[in-house]
């Protein structure tokens, strides 16, 4: 299934006994305003699943835009742009003293603007994910988070945003991870301290094979195999890789 409405990509059928190339991209780390950061790409062979663009509190545009895009700054900024055929853009920020940030964009949605102001809990809803039934259940990834000021995190990991005091300011929320789901914004106003973002959550990569096959990987791959749910076939959950040259050969008995 993929992202942003569009069609379903073919199938995929490798050669046995080849190297494919296989990576997890890691969440965006939890960070203060201005060292924000966005999520890192999640790849097979030729397929790449971007990472998630970063959500801003202040200004700069800079690594907005990703698979899903980040929630604007609550000082206005517009949320950046989703990539074609993998998700939608963030949500804008509402633009008042203070402001709301705009909401992550999910993969089936793009994120709700903020609004009014920081005394209001008007920050943006993250977008929601899409639905996969790959594991043999249906389960929602790449959510976008909901901004700080009770946004709502977008229904695939995304995490919700604290909700605002005056006098009390709270870091974000992570995200879920190996769902590639956004962090949550922080949240507080009047002359508070700021707090940390939420951090972004890991992606995933999902190998479904028939039961006769093996997958097997080198040796900076975690991962688990499901041999039971699915009738005739096994499935592979790929959860962190060390680093971006592990891989993976198939074969059959």
């Known amino acids: 299934t993929s992202g942003k409405n569009s069609a379903t990509e073919a199938m995929f059928f490798p050669t046995l006994s080849q190297t494919y190339t296989i990576t997890v991209g890691a969440g965006g780390a939890a960070a203060s305003y201005g060292n924000e950061n966005a999520g890192s790409d999640s790849v097979f062979n030729t397929i790449t699943s971007v990472g998630g663009g970063k959500g801003i509190y202040s200004s700069g545009t800079s690594d907005l835009d ?9 000082t206005g900024v517009g949320g950046g742009a989703g990539t074609a055929n993998q998700g939608f853009g963030g949500g804008d920020g509402s633009g008042a003293t203070p402001g709301n940030g705009g909401g992550g964009g999910g993969a089936g949605e793009i994120g709700e603007d903020g609004s009014g102001t920081g005394a ?3 920050g943006g809803d993250g977008g929601d994910g899409i639905a996969s039934t790959i594991t043999g259940a249906s389960v929602y990834r790449s959510g976008g988070g909901g ?6 995190g977008g229904n695939g990991g995304g995490a919700s945003g604290p909700t605002a005091t005056s006098g009390t300011s709270y870091a974000g929320n992570a995200a879920t991870a190996s769902t590639g789901g956004g962090g949550s914004g922080s949240a507080g106003y009047t002359s508070l301290t700021a707090r940390d973002g939420g951090a972004g959550g890991s992606g995933i990569v999902l190998l479904k094979i028939e039961d006769n096959g093996t997958a097997t990987f080198s040796g900076g791959v975690t991962s688990t195999v499901d041999t039971s749910t699915v009738s005739g076939y096994k499935i592979y959950s790929v959860t962190a890789t060390s680093s971006t040259s592990e891989t993976v050969t198939f074969t059959t008995s």
């Open 147 to 152: 901004a700080g000021g009770a946004g709502a």
């Open 66 to 74: 990703g698979g899903c895009g980040g929630g604007g700054a609550p």
């Open 120 to 122: 209001t809990n008007g």
